[in-house]
């Protein structure tokens, strides 16, 4: 074998590389050496940072090569779940109250009116409750008889003194001659005894005296009375009796009889 010319630029001697290959071959070679060395290590340090990275770009890998391409850890998207709420003390609704009945009113009782008391010196009608007459007209001289009321003129009753804690009237007429209700005489009369009108005389000296007992009952709104003589003691009476209905008829005389004999009887008046 022919041996070939020496390159006067190789260096020779002890120095010259074995290979034969040009010395700066193998510097070259060294530097790009380390340059990997260093490549690999930034590249070990960025893989340990968190980088946001698209997931578009796995999904598309997968759709070129048709594998899963895994997602690295560090760049799975990680899903939290929302907080679990906190268990709060329940507040209990509260109880519907069920309706309260209202309470029974008790009916208001109205005050019952007054009843109506006859005033001195003021027109009446002397009415009868019993028989629904009244006092008819007063004649000098005449008896008295009970007639209709719609016939009847009215009466006053005039004070005339007080004995023993009790008012006493007269019973006047209101129009024409003044004339008074009087028994017969000036003294006592007996039970019967048929009353009739007269002159009024001076109280002291005769029989025309009369009080009001009130004997606690009410009609029409009108406290009843019996109309007792001061001077008998007997009470203002129509003739005939309640109990068979023969004191009922118009035209009837007044007379006095005992005030509580039968009840009252028809011996109950009212000034309407």
Known sequence: ?????????????????????????????????????????????????????????????????????????????????????????TTAAPKKQEPTAEPTKKPVKKPKAKPIRPKA???????????????GTMSLDVSVTQELCTASPKIKL????????????????????????????????????????????????DNQEWSLRDVGEVKNGREIYALVNRASALCLDVLGSAADGGDALAGLNLTLAGCTDGGYDDRLWTFS
């Open 1 to 89: 074998m022919e041996s070939q010319p020496r390159n006067p630029s190789t260096p020779s001697g002890p120095d010259a590389p074995s290979s034969g290959r040009p010395w700066w071959l193998f510097a070259a070679g060294g530097a790009l050496l380390l340059a990997g060395v260093g490549l690999i290590v930034g590249a070990a340090t960025m893989a340990g940072r968190e980088k946001p990275v698209d997931q578009n770009l796995s999904l598309a890998a997968e759709q070129q090569t048709g594998e899963t391409v895994p997602t690295p850890l560090n760049m799975r998207t990680v899903t939290s779940k929302p907080p679990t709420p906190k268990a709060t003390a």
């Open 158 to 205: 005039v004070e005339t003194r007080v004995d023993a804690g009790v008012q006493l009237y007269q019973v006047h007429t209101t129009s024409g001659a003044e004339l008074c209700l009087d028994p017969p005489g000036v003294e006592t009369n007996s039970a019967g005894t048929v009353v009739g009108a007269t002159t009024c005389w001076e109280p002291t000296t």
């Open 121 to 135: 010196d003021t027109g009446y009608r002397l009415y009868n409750v019993v028989t629904g007459k009244c006092l």
